[in-house]
Every structure is written in C-alpha cells, then in structure tokens.
C-alpha cells in the first residue's frame, strides 16, 4: 500500500509547479473577482434530479465538482455536506476520469497530438513502456487522492422507498461519503471491474439538498486494474476516477436486479428458456411476496421468501413452467447470417399485491456451444450451425471517455466491413456497448486481461483474490443477459492455476452463464479444463500474404511459434495481425505537427505501441522492398494502404477458404485507443484505409478467393443458405492489360461452404507485376462478388526457420516496382445525393474511359470543394481498380447533419488516376 502521508507531503509541497500546470492561465486577482460574484449562485438553488423515464432512475452526470485532495483540508464528513465551499473546484461531468476532466477543462494540451501527453505532469514513465506495471512517482500530482463532489435533490416520490446509490466503474479505491456520513471505505470499494450498489436510505434527504462525495485513489502497479499492455502509452492517472455512470434508484423492501433468460435448443425447432433474476432484500426482516417474469403473451410466477438482508437469485426453469417452453420461436442470429431476434423481458416482485420492483431486460433466443474437433481445434456453433468467427480486437480510448454516437459509428463500421465478433481483452465496455452489439448481432468475446497483476497470480494476496472474484461476479452478472456474449475468457496470454480458475468456474456456474468458457486465449492447458484449443500464436508484425495459406496444420511449425503453431488459417487464433497499419495521409497530418510528417522519426515512433513493437521499420522496409522506396509521406501513405489492404485480406481469406479445418480469427486490432500507426480496421479519427476495405473485401457474403499457395480459385459462400448456379469468371492481365488467362465456371456452393472452381496454370509471358480478375454472377447475370489481386512473377519466400512469437521474416519480397510504369489514367466521376431519414447517400459514378488500368483509386468525400473530409462515411467499396471501359456505381453513407449547408464534393485518386 502506498505512504498517503509520505506522497502528500512530496506532492502538495510542489504548488507552485501546480499553479502552472493545472491552474495555468488563471489571474489570481480575476479569479477571487470572479469567485466573489459567483459564489451566491454556486451555493443557491439546487434543481431536483430529473428522473430517467419509466423506471425512476436518476442519472448523477452533470454538476459534479472535482479537486485534488491536496487542496482540500477537511474529511469526508465535512466535504460531503451542503456548506463546504468549493471556490476554485473544478466543475466536471460523470463519467470522466481525472485527466480526461482535466483535457476538456483545457488544462492541459491534448494528449492525443503529437508528444503532447510526455507534457503532462506525472508522465515520466519509460516511452514504450506498460505504465500498469511501473510505480507511480512520489511527485506525481495523482499519487493522492481526488475528490468528486456532487450535489443534488432527491425528487418527493423517493419518500417512503429503498433508495439505491449505484457505482457502475471506479478506478481504483474509493471511500464514500453522503451528507456527512460514510457510506463505504476504500479496503469495500476497490477493483476496477467491480460495480456496487448501497442502500442509502437512512443516509438520503427527500426533498432537501444532498451531497455526496467521493475520494478516489489511483491504481498501483499491484492492483487489478486497468492496462492497455503494450497496444498504446497510458494517461499519468493509470485513469483514475469515476469512469462509469453514477445512478440514484428506487425499490420497495426488495429490488430486483439482472434479469436473464439462458436458452437451450432442440433439433424439433423448440426452445426450452430458463429465467433468471437477482432479488434483494433491503431490509432486516424476512421479506414473503410473489415474482413474475413475463414477455410477450408469456407469465409466470412464484411465491419466495428472503431472509433479512438476503440476496440471492430466483430461477423459472422450463421443466416446471409450461410457458417457457416455445415452438419454433424467433431466434437471435449474427447480423452476417440472419436477424438479431430480441424479446422484451419483465420481472417484478410483489408484496400483498404490491409491487415492490420491477426490471426490464432484452433477450434472444440463440444457444452458443463450442467442442474440439478431430483435430484438437475448438470449433463454436450457434443454434446448431457451425460458426466461422471473424473479428477484432476492441481498445477503449486512453481515458476512458465515453461518446455514444461515436460508439455507434464504430459498431456500424464492424457490421459494414463484415465482422461478427468483437474481442474485450479486459476493455469490458460498458451497457450502451452490449445493448449496441445486441440489436446490431454483432458478438463479443469477453474476459480479463494479459501482462498486469491480472496475470501476476503468484503475488496475489487474500484481499486480490476477494476482488477478483467480485469482479468476476459483477461482471457476469451484468452481461449474462445479452444475447451477442459468445464466450468468457478466465485468462489471456496465460491461464490462471488451478485454485483461481476453479472459483472462477464455480461462480459461473452458480450464476448460470450461458455461453462457453475458456481458460485463456493461447493453447496453453490446464489440469482443471484442460485443452483450449484456441491459441494465440500472433504474427503481430508485417508477414508476406502468403504466410496465411503456407502456414498449415500439416507444415509443423509449431516448433518455431507459440503453443497451437503458428498464425495460419487453422484453429481458432484469438489475436493476431499483419503488421502495423498506417492511415491515410489526413491523419497523419492530424496526429502530428508538420515538422514531423517525413521523414519517418521519433514522433511517429511514440504512436506506435511498446516493448516489441516500437516502430514500424519491419513493415516499412516491406514497402520499401515490395513496392520500391517512398519518396516522401504522400507516397509512403499510399503504398502503406497497398500492403494493408493485401495483408487483411490475406487473414481472412486463409481462414474462409479453410474452414472448419479454421474456426476462428480475431484481427488484432479492430481500433485504436488513440491515434496510432499500428493494429487497426480504421483510425482512430474514424478513417478506413486499406486495411478495412481488404477485410470488407474478405469477408463479403460470396466470396472469390486467390490461393496464394495452389494458385487456386475459390468461392467462399458465408450465408447459412445454398448459393447453386453461380457463375465464376477468373482472368489473369498484365500490367498493359492483355489478357494471358480466362475461365468460366459454374458452380454451386453449399450452405456456409467453400467450393474449388479452378486452378490457375503456369503461364508464360507475364510482367513482373500481374492481376487476377474475379467476379461471381447470378443466374441473372448481377455481380454478387468480386475479387481484385495483384501479384509478382517474383517468389515471396518465407522465413519460416526465424519465426518468433510476433513475426515470420520474408526472405525474398515480391516486386511490384514497375506498378510506378502504369500510364496516368483521367477517370470520369459524376455524383448525386439523395437524403434517406437522418441519413445523406451519395451515389458515384467511376468510370475508365482508357485503355489502361486505374489502380487502387481512393474515394474521399468532402464538405464542399478543398473542405474537411466527411466523416464517418459508409462506403460500399473503395480502394477499388478500373478495368479499362469499366464503371463502377459506388454509394457513400453518411449522417446529413454532418455535411452542414456544404455539398458534398468527390475526389478520386489513385496510383496512377485522377
């Protein structure tokens, strides 16, 4: 345990370093003008909470005041009563951490933008290196405490009920305190990924001021907290503070909390529900009453009886309640394969006819199970079809800040490119995120993190282990009743042993979670639930597209990677990635200053991530090597979205084509925390580049596959419906576009199948930078997929004898150099839109009015001519190459409120068009 004592004498005698840092730009003599003047309004009236509709719920998020506990003199008795004074407290907002609070106040600069964040006082841990694990220093002005204060009204109907004062994220301890009178200390509040609920009635004022206060403490290196492991640098808070909503709720003398429904189908079309709920009792008698659950034409109760103070669930279990038996009902699928199906759920709990509360809650009706195959290899299915998952790996942003409109452009945009899963590796998002993923079906890999004490189970003490099984209570508790949860994972990069992963168990059974669970994300057994047989083999560094196909169950190279192989499209990999992924040229100008953007240095360095991955040098000498050296930053943000786009969908395609041999591949990462040069789908500004438009590529319904091991063509059907009569056209070109090979197939792809069409033949004559052209066709002849490769006469040969845990080196790179000597093509664009509800679409129209090839042309949209790029945006294809004479419709998606009274402008420009 840290010396509060100690850190406070050391921190708070450094003020006047803090009159510059924090409270910079403030002109004392201005400052007590203004605190005179305002202080009757800040002590005046207090407006009553409004209360959330339908359910009473209030929602403590504005108003609150923040301030460091050096600057306050007083317990918590004192602070948290209505006469304290707060002159000089910052005013904030719930959920902010402490630095976030601090950035939007202006304190300091954005953290965000260049080297901005080494700026910040307490940021003196090593540059690349994982801040959860290194002591915070004594100087630091987050050593101590901070306070949140907050004052409010309770409303008159809160009178004569149970009133509930809800935690749902704080980082890390906290003692709380309201209207002079403690209500938790910092040995029951601590944990991260804990929530807590307490009963304040006796504590609460109806009708009159209340004031709570919270003193929250920051992690230390030997807490269970939060890390960002080495995906990014972290803020000099380790994010402390109230990071979730704070809410105010009423009951009678029992509530009722996380109402789920757990599924379990039958081959007869039948599903067979088992509810579930959490009741408490508030009170020191034994509580007798009734619960009911109903849902559409559907109740049912039964009679139960609490003892004082007793918490515990209710179950209704289809063996003894009719009604949760359902013929043929509608089920929740995967956005990619069918309707997310939902279904509203209520229970309520009575007294003499009474009701005493009630919750709400949204279920589905899918059942998730997983096995191992012939081969050791899990395999999961959803309502009793085989499921290849496909996703990536979600980051929450570096402080923690929550924007719900942003969260909803980033789920439109897994659903746009064709994902169906998410991965939180300990980044355990908060409700709006799982109700998103539910309605959206989109689903989610859950569980605890890698490389913090999360994983340091050796060192762990009694206390350790109380909160982490909390933790894992709490959080099962709140995410069982979501139907998008695929699997929980009780470790990452490591198991736990056996003692901790039998109480992890133990809770999960005991509160009923529905879905599989794995000991870890690597293939890595335990004595307790054995093999995994996942596994977590990376690459996580630049690797020629070939590495996904060369890499198979039969080459045995398990011997020079990690515990289940290599990264191959085989098994079930949990994280893994091609590299690094640099944006658009407009980021990079946005993250740094111009000074900074070419050539390649430190600043670019600082956003890239830690310990192994440090820079970008491996994939920029693939550039350099595959596609001839960059000249400067337009040229190297071109060619970056080249590799990426090649990279992504070389993954993906190696574990489309081979499933089930493959079962699953988490792209590692989907996002970013921050605006960063590596692991993403898309920027951290909301820009797709190469690498999200390659996996919308991949992942398209039916999709035509290049075999870069057996020259090979395939079509991979990811509908669970038979897709017969397609017509397969396969053409090889050179680079001045005459043809050197063509076939037509027709063929017919089985249900979640993958069908060979034919093989490419060895073909003499090529340019050294060649293209395979492929399209499917309907019976009606409409284009329903489309591939698009260029390739080498020049082997890309792998390393395989070097390969390590992050990378395979290539040995030889392919050479597409004498794509420079395509000639300049001038396309022909024309554009309307159209508004669809909140909605603007823009429909282009591309066309190659030239003899020659348009090479990977990027669409922008802009507000008006030499305006700001729009997003975000929905683009049905981009990055896209015209055949000469060929035209191309292509929509763009976006919200109308944000092109304002601009119009939209296009530009399209390519390797060698304009």
């Known amino acids: 345990m840290r010396d509060r004592g100690s850190c406070r004498k050391r921190f708070c005698s450094i003020q006047p370093f803090l009159a510059m840092d924090i409270y910079s730009m403030r002109s004392a003599n201005n400052f007590m003008l203004v605190v005179l003047l305002c202080a009757p309004l800040l002590q005046g009236q207090i407006k009553p909470q409004p209360s959330r509709p339908g359910d009473g719920t209030i929602a403590l998020r504005d108003g609150w005041e923040l301030e460091s506990s050096c600057k306050v003199d007083k317990p918590g008795e004192v602070v948290s009563t209505p006469g304290f004074i707060t002159t000089g407290w910052y005013r904030v907002s719930v959920p902010t951490t402490v630095v976030a609070a601090l950035v939007k106040r202006g304190m300091y600069p954005d953290p965000d933008y260049g080297m901005n964040l080494r700026k910040l006082p307490g940021v003196t841990y090593p540059i690349s290196s994982n801040f959860s694990n290194v002591p915070m220093q004594q100087d630091s002005p987050f050593m101590v405490p901070w306070w949140y204060r907050k004052q409010f009204i309770l409303p008159e109907h809160f009178k004569?009920?149970?009133?509930?004062?809800?935690?749902?994220?704080?980082?890390?301890?906290?003692?709380?305190?309201?209207?002079?009178?403690?209500?938790?200390n910092r040995d029951q509040v601590a944990g991260a990924w804990r929530t807590y609920e307490f009963n304040v009635t006796n504590a609460a004022r109806v009708g009159g001021a209340n004031v709570l206060a919270v003193e929250v403490f920051s992690p230390t290196e030997k807490d269970l907290a939060i890390t960002f492991?080495?995906?990014?640098?972290?803020?000099?808070?380790?994010n402390m503070g109230l990071f979730r909503d704070v809410e105010l709720r009423t009951s009678g003398p029992v509530a009722v909390r996380y109402p789920a429904v757990v599924s379990k189908l039958t081959?007869?079309?039948?599903?067979?529900?088992?509810?579930?709920?959490?009741?408490?009792?508030?009170?020191?008698?034994?509580?007798?009453?009734?619960?009911?659950?109903?849902?559409?034409?559907?109740?049912?109760?039964?009679?139960?009886?609490?003892g004082p103070r007793e918490e515990k669930d209710v179950t209704f279990d289809p063996e003894r309640v009719s009604q949760l038996n359902l013929e043929s009902p509608r089920l929740w699928w995967p956005a990619q394969v069918g309707k997310p199906e939902l279904y509203d759920l209520t229970i309520?709990?009575?007294?003499?006819?009474?009701?005493?509360?009630?919750?709400?809650?949204?279920?589905?009706?899918?059942?998730?199970?997983?096995?191992?195959?012939?081969?050791?290899?899990?395999?999961?299915?959803?309502?009793?079809?085989?499921?290849?998952?496909?996703?990536?790996?979600?980051?929450?942003?570096?402080?923690?800040?929550e924007d719900l409109r942003r969260l909803r452009d980033q789920l439109a945009y897994v659903e746009d490119m064709g994902l169906n899963t998410i991965r939180l590796e300990g980044q355990l998002e908060g409700k709006e995120f799982f109700d998103l993923a539910d309605e959206r079906g989109i689903l989610v890999m859950a569980g605890w993190c890698c490389c913090d004490f999360w994983e340091r189970w050796q060192n762990w003490t009694g206390p350790d282990h109380a909160i982490a099984e909390q933790s894992l209570r709490d959080?099962?508790?709140?995410?069982?009743?979501?139907?998008?949860?695929?699997?929980?994972?009780?470790?990452?990069?490591?198991?736990?042993?056996?003692?901790?992963?039998?109480?992890?168990?133990?809770?999960?059974?005991?509160?009923?979670?529905p879905n599989p669970v794995l000991s870890s994300a690597t293939g890595k057994p335990t004595t307790v639930t054995g093999d995994s047989g996942v596994k977590m083999t990376g690459p996580y560094e630049y690797v020629a597209p070939a590495y996904w196909t060369e890499d198979s169950v039969i080459a045995n190279h398990e011997q020079t990677c990690n515990p289940g192989g290599c990264g191959g499209g085989y098994g079930f990999n949990t994280e893994t990635s091609p590299g690094p992924a640099v944006p658009p040229i407009e980021s990079i100008r946005a993250m740094l200053p111009k000074e900074h953007w070419w050539p390649i240095d430190n600043w670019w360095n600082f956003h890239t991530g830690g310990q192994s991955f440090k820079d970008i040098h491996i994939f920029s000498d693939a550039i350099n090597a595959r596609y001839g050296t960059a000249k400067d930053l337009e040229d190297y943000t071109r060619k970056s979205q080249a590799q990426a786009y090649e990279g992504i969908r070389a993954m993906y395609e190696a574990y489309s084509r081979n499933k089930y041999t493959s079962s699953g591949v988490i792209q590692w990462m989907l996002n970013n925390a921050w605006p960063s040069l590596i692991w993403h789908l898309y920027d951290y500004y909301l820009r797709p580049g190469g690498g999200y438009f390659g996996a919308k590529a991949a992942l398209q319904p039916l999709d035509p596959v290049y075999g870069y091991d057996d020259k090979t063509i395939y079509v991979v059907n990811s509908r669970y419906e038979q897709a017969p009569g397609l017509r397969v056209r396969t053409k090889v070109l050179n680079l001045d576009m005459s043809e050197k090979f063509s076939n037509e197939s027709t063929v017919d792809v089985p249900e979640d199948g993958v069908t060979k069409v034919v093989t490419v033949p060895e073909i003499s004559g090529l340019t050294p930078t060649y293209f395979v052209v492929l399209r499917i066709l309907d019976a009606e002849g409409k284009i329903v997929g489309s591939n698009f490769y260029w390739l080498s006469t020049k082997p890309e040969t792998i390393d395989w004898a070097h390969s390590n845990w992050f990378t395979t080196p290539t040995l030889t790179y392919a050479d597409f150099t004498s794509l420079s000597q395509l000639p300049q093509v001038k396309l022909r664009v024309s554009a309307?839109?159209?508004?669809?509800?909140?909605?603007?679409?823009?429909?282009?129209?591309l066309e190659?009015?030239?003899?020659?090839?348009?090479?990977?042309v990027r669409l922008k949209l802009d507000k008006g001519e030499g305006g700001e790029e729009i997003l975000p945006v929905l683009w049905q294809d981009n990055y896209v190459s015209l055949l000469p004479g060929e035209k191309r419709e292509i929509t763009a998606t976006y919200r109308a409120h944000d092109l304002g009274t601009a119009s939209p402008h296009v530009e399209a420009k390519g390797w060698n068009a304009d």
């Open 475 to 513: 959080q099962i508790h709140r995410l069982r009743a979501h139907p998008s949860l695929l699997v929980w994972l009780n470790g990452s990069d490591n198991p736990p042993p056996a003692d901790v992963e039998q109480a992890y168990l133990k809770i999960e059974q005991e509160l009923l979670w």
């Open 832 to 845: 309307r839109t159209e508004r669809r509800d909140a909605n603007d679409i823009t429909n282009l129209v």
């Open 848 to 856: 190659n009015p030239t003899r020659n090839l348009a090479f990977f």
């Open 348 to 401: 309520v709990f009575q007294i003499e006819g009474k009701d005493s509360d009630r919750a709400n809650s949204r279920f589905g009706i899918r059942e998730i199970t997983s096995e191992l195959n012939a081969s050791g290899k899990r395999v999961f299915s959803i309502n009793g079809k085989k499921l290849l998952v496909r996703g990536g790996g979600w980051a929450s942003d570096m402080m923690l800040r």
């Open 160 to 184: 004569g009920k149970t009133i509930w004062l809800d935690f749902n994220g704080i980082n890390y301890r906290a003692n709380i305190f309201l209207n002079g009178r403690q209500i938790a």
């Open 267 to 306: 081959t007869d079309h039948k599903a067979h529900l088992t509810v579930t709920a959490l009741l408490k009792n508030a009170t020191d008698q034994s509580a007798k009453g009734v619960v009911t659950g109903r849902f559409e034409d559907r109740e049912f109760s039964q009679e139960i009886e609490l």
């Open 229 to 238: 492991v080495d995906w990014n640098p972290a803020p000099p808070d380790k």
